[in-house]
């Protein structure tokens, strides 16, 4: 259950994943093979991708997996460069929690519904309000340690 609690966003992207894979695979088996199609798969499909996107993002940032620029940074004295960091982070804080206010406004404000199944987009879209909430606590913690390191010397 620990190990679960760590890395939720990856378990939940698996079973996102499991479910696209699953329905794509048995919605192109019966497009060839049985020659009918079942008229809610590409919706789930799309939904669930969604989900593995955006959880797999948030997963990429807690693990510091996303592709950086850090050529002139690399030269900068140690010290220097944990206060660059700290500040980096503070800032990724801010603008992902911008983001998180605005996505969760797109959400809370769209009716939209899906064409098939009449199953409201906010329940798709949350996802990006769940992975910017979660990125903006990897910064948080990310500031924290970055502080540490550069201002109290641990």
Not at 38 to 46: G, L
Request: proline share 1%.
């Amino acid at each position: 259950m620990k190990d679960f609690l760590k890395r939720f966003e990856l378990y939940i992207g698996c079973f996102f994943l499991s479910i696209t894979t699953i329905v794509v695979i048995m919605n192109v088996f019966t497009r060839y093979f049985l020659k009918f199609t079942y008229f809610w798969a590409e919706e789930i499909a799309v939904g669930c991708f969604v989900w593995t996107i955006f959880l797999g993002t948030a997963a990429a940032y807690k693990e510091k997996a996303l592709i950086g620029v850090e050529a002139i940074v690399v030269l900068l004295p140690e010290r220097v460069r944990n206060a660059v960091e700290f500040f980096t982070f503070l800032l990724l804080t801010v603008l992902s929690g911008i983001m998180m206010v605005f996505s969760f406004t797109y959400v809370a404000s769209s009716s939209k519904i899906t064409a098939a199944l009449e199953f409201s987009y906010g329940y798709i879209n949350s996802a990006i309000v769940l992975s910017f909430a979660l990125m903006t606590i990897y910064s948080l913690m990310f500031a924290a340690e970055s502080f540490k390191k550069a201002f109290l010397n641990k």
